[in-house]
């Protein structure tokens, strides 16, 4: 049984930054490729970033890349997602996800509760 905990969310202004912590309550957190994706009103959940399961590998949506970074703390069992100069287009529920042994962006099996992220203009 998986378990992941999605932390960090608020409000902040356009510009701003954030850091979502995802913690996860597994046994052998470092065999897990792991992932974010976001859902914003009326909208489908879309992919925002993905780390495989080695931490060699990261990717990231078009739409961020260079402003966030997905990085994973294994001895602490925890995913990370840093979010700088945030656009209110990022406003949406981040939810994070892990997938056994996932070295590529796919279909993950667990995911969290999400963590609400709000940027004002």
């Known amino acids: 049984q998986v378990q992941l905990v999605e932390s960090g969310g608020g409000l902040v202004q356009a510009g701003g930054s954030l850091r979502l912590s995802c913690a996860a309550s597994?046994?052998?957190?470092?065999?897990?490729?792991m992932g974010w994706f976001r859902q914003a009103p009326g909208k489908e959940r879309e992919f925002v970033a993905a780390?495989?399961?080695?931490?060699?590998?990261?990717y990231y949506a078009d739409s961020v890349k260079g402003r966030f970074t997905i990085s994973r703390n294994n001895a602490k069992n925890t995913l990370y997602l840093q979010m700088s100069n945030l656009k209110p287009e990022d406003t949406a529920v981040y939810y994070c996800?892990?997938?056994?042994?996932?070295?590529?962006?796919?279909?993950?099996?667990?995911w969290g509760q999400g963590t609400q992220v709000t940027v004002s203009s």
């Open positions: 597994v046994r052998a957190f470092s065999t897990y490729g």
């Open positions: 996800a892990a997938d056994l042994w996932r070295t590529t962006p796919g279909k993950y099996a667990y």
């Open positions: 780390i495989s399961w080695t931490g060699t590998n990261t």
